[in-house]
């Protein structure tokens, strides 16, 4: 492995052949972390700030990753070591375990995820898509925990099993054949620009009559269309993104709770701690300490 300038790589070992890669570049300059993968392997990469861009066949191909994206890599016919460049004031997980282990996570649901089942078995798979805000508080905990060293290992272990069913916890593929209306893409359109309606708003949401209204798609369209693209009704996706979005606000620092609290909608401080709660088990000043 090579790491250029100051920053920071550690390597967790869960398992044979599973472990965890938590990459930091806290400089102005770029980084380079280099790593045999063979391809026996499927990889997960997540990047929560900055970017990064993973160089193929001595460079001849790239793929980037921003802020907030994952990719997936799989190959069983070629080796994908990690030739990882990554930009200043990035930050990167990545998962990396056998084939055999991952099939053996899923190994009653293999027909559920496109490339476990017998058709894929000799090619290639690449995905890159969208962090969601259930996914992004999983990689803020394995970047930011603080435990003693005997607990890290089974700590790290259960949030990478919960990030893994959180990534697959989506059934596009299967609903596009349920629910013919999403293939059109004009609908697809309108649901997006009912989730970026509610998120603008967020402090003060439109009721779903209004927001059917408003994107030109019947009530029931919307609510069945959101769940479908986005895995939630639009309500529980704007809980999960308000939570997200104040759990940024608390960890910058810059906001007490009260002022998180009117930001994203609540007018008491008490109802916005009693969601907060809600969403991650904790009060907001106790999440807080636990990352310190």
């Known amino acids: 492995m090579k790491n250029v300038a100051k920053g920071s790589y550690e390597e967790i070992l869960i398992e044979d052949g599973f472990y965890v890669l938590k990459i930091q570049n806290e400089t102005e300059d770029k980084a380079l972390v280099e790593r045999e ?12 700030k900055g970017g990064s861009k993973f160089q193929f066949n001595q460079g001849n191909y790239q793929l980037e990753v921003s802020e907030e994206n994952s990719l997936l890599l ?27 282990k991952f099939h053996s996570l899923f190994s009653n649901e293999a027909n559920y995820i496109p490339f476990l089942s017998d058709d894929f078995a000799e090619k290639k798979y690449y995905a890159q898509e969208m962090v969601s805000p259930a996914i992004a508080v999983v990689l803020s905990q ?32 299967a609903d ?4 013919p209306f999403l293939a059109d893409e004009d609908n697809v359109r309108r649901i997006k620009m009912a989730k970026e309606i509610i ?3 967020m402090a003060e949401p439109p009721t779903l009559t209004e927001l059917s209204n408003e994107i030109g798609l019947s009530l029931r369209k919307l609510k069945e269309g959101f769940k479908q693209i986005y895995g ?14 104040a759990r940024k606000m608390l960890e910058s620092g810059k906001h007490n709770v009260n002022e ?6 609540y007018s008491t401080a008490s109802h916005f701690i009693a969601s907060f709660k809600k969403k991650y088990g904790t009060t907001p000043k106790k999440y807080l300490s636990s990352i310190v």
Do not use: A
């Open 37 to 48: 993968i063979d391809s026996s392997f499927i990889q997960f990469h997540f990047c929560l």
């Open 74 to 100: 799989y190959n069983t016919q070629l080796d994908l070591p990690l030739n990882l460049i990554i930009e200043p004031n990035s930050w990167l997980l990545s998962i990396v375990m056998t084939i055999r």
């Open 142 to 173: 394995l970047m930011n925990y603080n435990l003693h060293p005997f607990m890290k290992e089974l700590y790290v272990r259960g949030k990478v099993y919960e990030l893994i069913s959180l990534y697959f916890n989506k059934t596009q593929d």
């Open 176 to 179: 596009l054949e349920q629910c």
């Open 199 to 201: 998120i603008s708003r």
């Open 232 to 245: 939630d009704s639009v309500f529980g996706f704007l809980f999960d993104y308000k939570m997200e979005y």
């Open 260 to 265: 998180v609290g009117l930001r994203v909608g």
